[in-house]
């Protein structure tokens, strides 16, 4: 039976988890990239007989992993392969200031994190596969809003997932001009319960002028679940439109 390849980074948690939860079946091959690895993942995996691989790795540090994550891409044999699809989650908010508050230290994990790290793996992942003529290649960055809604004291954030979306639609100029280029997609997921919210509904309102806001959207009960947006976030790239729109949200 072929194998549908997933790469997944920040499963441990949150959406992610989420997602490589739902990603898990006999014919999955699920590589996840986290700081942590997840015993109920490895649990599920082998309970649904699925072949799950658990890198831990700091994506602030992207370029090695990266590099490795080619090595092993060039080690498989696609002939083997249903399909390949890397989905670029992780991300990280630096704290909830005006940038001239910022440390230095925490602005630039949030650019690594949210913006170098998911270049260098689209970079590897479609370098190394680009032979794979026989396998259909997804290309899914998580993105979000705050890409294409400026908000005052998330300035790293939201500077990380706009230069997601652009360059997710400079590799759909790219992809459509190979045989066999992979669709690509920067789609927002909506507004998700995870420890990202409860970070900036926790924030100081003197800080964070929009900290009302989202304690607003949790009291309402107007969050999806981790589990759910996982659900729908699969079910847009399973859409067989998938890619026609290089930057997208799930809402719409």
């Not at 630096?94 to 001239?100: F, Q």
């Not at 590799?171 to 920067?186: D, F, M």
């Not at 589990?227 to 290089?246: K, S, V, W």
């Amino acid at each position: 039976m072929k194998k549908h390849l997933t790469i997944l980074t920040g499963a441990s948690r949150g959406m992610g988890l989420g997602l490589a939860k739902q990603l898990l079946n006999a014919d999955a091959l699920l590589l996840c990239i986290s700081r942590k690895s997840n015993n109920t993942l490895a649990q599920q995996a082998e309970d649904c007989d699925a072949e799950l691989l658990q890198w831990q790795a700091d994506l602030s540090d992207a370029a090695p992993v990266a590099l490795r994550l080619g090595e092993w891409l060039a080690a498989r044999r696609s002939d083997e392969l249903a399909s390949a699809t890397l989905i670029n989650n992780a991300g990280f908010i630096s704290d909830l200031t005006p940038l001239r508050a910022g440390q230095l230290d925490d602005l630039a994990r949030a650019l690594r994190v949210g913006l170098e790290a998911p270049m260098l793996l689209c970079a590897a992942f479609l370098g190394t596969t680009q032979g794979w003529t026989t396998v259909p290649r997804k290309v899914l960055n998580i993105s979000s809003g705050l890409g294409r809604r400026a908000m005052a004291s998330s300035s790293a954030y939201c500077a990380a997932k706009a230069g997601m979306d652009h360059f997710t639609r400079c590799l759909a100029l790219e992809e459509n001009h190979v045989p066999n280029g992979a669709a690509v997609c920067s789609l927002a997921p909506g507004v998700i319960d995870t420890d990202m919210q409860v970070q900036l509904r926790s924030a100081n309102a003197t800080q964070f002028p929009d900290q009302d806001a989202f304690a607003a959207l949790h009291e309402k009960g107007q969050l999806s679940s981790p589990a759910d947006a996982a659900r729908r976030l699969l079910a847009y790239l399973n859409r067989p439109d998938f890619g026609a729109e290089p930057v997208a949200d799930v809402r719409a």
